[in-house]
């Protein structure tokens, strides 16, 4: 072995021992340190600034759940944008771990380096163990989400008269559910109130979107007339106005596409569509002809397709002045056509009523007015019958006279259309032999014997209408006609058309609950109109369905008449 090599062993030899010496001092301490653990807390521990230093793992442990257990059951507000939930930590699902919280601070024997460092430093500050029920925790902000979420809304353009109108696009609000859950956690034990975490949803079609789509396609929309050509039927001009009642702007693709609704482009257009001089098509009807239904057949015409006239109005709305389309006139078929109607089935009588009435001069031409006016109405399934729609408001213009009716409660002779309440009062019975959807009916407030009791119906232009639907998936058509002539007694019939689905009648009427009129007034003033005492009284009874034998349906009435005060003119004796 050489001399140099020599100084190098003794190097080694010392860097060994230098090693091996501080080894020998941490491992003394890491000892030391689990020997000081022991099961008392570290001098300086602490828990959300509640001091535990020095106690044993169960004293500190009591001492924690005195200061930090009432904050689970105090009142705890989680804000998530206008929405607010009132609870407590406790009632989400949350609880502290005072045993995990307190061996976390360094109390009691251990191996583990990070706790030797804890006692060897004399501890510090540390944040409680919560525990998560995280079905319970979920739950609630999930609750909280449904209402405070909200969609983003686009930006839109409408249209009011000329004038394009812009609404701004909102974002929407997601509440981002987990990253609650975990505020709310780490938040309760210092604060009483914490804010979801949540995240704006930008719109699709922003309000600059739809500025840039308005001051482009919008204004060049309404700037100017589009010239229709329809080939040799003419030409007419759609004007910014008629374009305006027709356009509209709808999302696509992150922004607003210009287009027409055909329906109202057509109507818009109507006058000059019908300056052409084409023949419009004809809907087929069924009416009463020679006392039984018939059917008018439906009639094909020449015409502008909606569709055809919008789509290509559409095409140029983007462009400047001059713009002009071609649509060419086309046979039009009728929408309801002469094979739809005989589908209808209106083959058979299915409900009748007759009544009968003074023949006085206003009652023969009020009542024989109303039975033109209904004869021949036409009902497709689904739709509905109103008496006044049907009659119009009764004017002297109009056709009809001054006659009886009740007004306030009294007798007042001079109402226009007086008497056609009996028309109306058929027609109810009529309807409901045939057994159709009674809407409303409303009987008069005071009894006449003319009609059956209860089931009757009064009209008022104002206040009282007649209505009832065909809720039958077959045609209706009414058949009215009346009898008599002036000084006779008339009657009024009317008849329901159509395929008969039930055998209607109508159970006895139980009438109860009379009462009497007050005593006679006298009335010496000119104007006076005289009337006789009425009792009064109420009236139950069903309408009855059969289907062969079979009751099916019973549908129950009610009314209750008035009494009517004798009216005698002239002073009292």
């Known amino acids: 072995m050489s001399t140099t090599d020599k100084p190098v062993r003794r190097g080694r030899r010392l860097a060994l021992w230098v090693t091996g010496g501080a080894l020998v001092v941490l491992g003394g301490g890491y000892v030391a340190g689990h020997a000081l653990a022991g099961d008392k807390t570290p001098r300086n521990a602490t828990v959300a600034g509640i001091g535990i230093g020095g106690m044993s793992a169960d004293a500190a442990a009591a001492t924690l759940q005195a200061e930090l257990g009432p904050r689970l059951s105090r009142e705890l507000t989680v804000t998530a944008g206008t929405q607010t939930l009132r609870t407590a930590a406790a009632d989400l699902g949350l609880g502290i771990d005072y045993a995990a919280t307190v061996a976390r601070s360094g109390a009691g024997r251990t191996w583990n380096p990070a706790d030797i460092v804890t006692v060897l430093t004399g501890g510090g500050e540390q944040r409680p163990v919560v525990t998560r029920d995280e079905a319970t925790l979920t739950a609630a902000v999930s609750g909280l989400a449904a209402k405070a979420e909200s969609k983003p809304t686009n930006a839109g353009l409408s249209v009011k008269g000329t004038t394009i109108v812009r609404s701004e696009g909102k974002p929407g609000v997601a509440v981002q559910q987990p990253q609650t859950a975990d505020a709310i956690a780490g938040a309760f034990i210092d604060s009483t109130t914490v804010a979801a975490v949540v995240a704006e949803i930008e719109p699709e079609i922003s309000t600059a979107e739809a500025d840039q789509v308005a001051n482009t396609v919008g204004t060049a929309a309404l700037g100017s007339p589009i010239a229709v050509r329809t080939g040799s039927s003419g030409s007419f001009q759609l004007t910014p106005a008629m374009i305006a009642a027709a356009l509209r702007f709808e999302p696509d693709g992150g922004t607003l596409k210009a287009d027409l609704d055909a329906d109202k482009l057509t109507k818009a257009a109507a006058r000059q569509i019908k300056g052409l001089g084409l023949k419009r098509p004809k809907d087929a009807t069924i009416t009463i002809a020679g006392g039984k239904p018939k059917i008018v057949a439906s009639v094909d015409g020449i015409g502008i397709e909606p569709k055809a006239l919008a789509s290509g ?261």
């Open 313 to 573: 109005a559409a095409s140029v709305l983007d462009q400047g002045a001059g713009r002009s389309i071609t649509v060419e006139a086309t046979v039009q078929k009728a929408k309801f056509t002469t094979a739809d109607a005989k589908k209808l089935g209106v083959k058979e009588i299915t409900g009748a009523f007759t009544t009968y009435y003074p023949g006085s001069a206003y009652r023969v031409n009020n009542i024989g007015k109303a039975a033109r006016m209904i004869n021949g109405t036409f009902l497709k399934p689904g739709e509905t019958f109103s008496m006044n729609a049907t009659l119009g408001k009764r004017t002297a213009a109009a056709g009809w006279m001054r006659g009886g009716g009740i007004a306030n409660g009294k007798i007042d002779p001079n109402i226009y259309g007086g008497g056609i309440s009996q028309a109306t009062t058929t027609t109810f019975n009529a309807i409901f032999f045939a057994g159709l959807e009674d809407i409303y009916h409303k009987p008069h407030s005071l009894y006449f014997d003319r009609y059956p009791v209860g089931r009757e119906a009064t009209l008022d232009w104002v206040s009282v209408d007649m209505k009832f639907r065909n809720d039958s998936p077959y045609g209706v058509v009414l058949q009215a006609w009346t009898t008599g002539k002036v000084g006779q007694t008339g009657s009024v019939t009317v008849r329901v058309w159509s395929t008969k689905r039930y055998t209607v009648k109508a159970s006895t009427a139980v009438r109860s609950n009379y009462r009497s009129p007050g005593p006679t007034q006298y009335d010496p003033s000119p104007g006076c109109v005289s009337q006789s005492a009425m009792s009064g009284f109420d009236v139950r009874f069903n309408r009855l369905f059969y289907q062969g034998k079979k009751l099916v349906k019973t549908e129950p009435f009610f009314w209750r008449y008035n009494t009517l005060t004798p009216v005698v003119c002239g002073k009292k004796p």
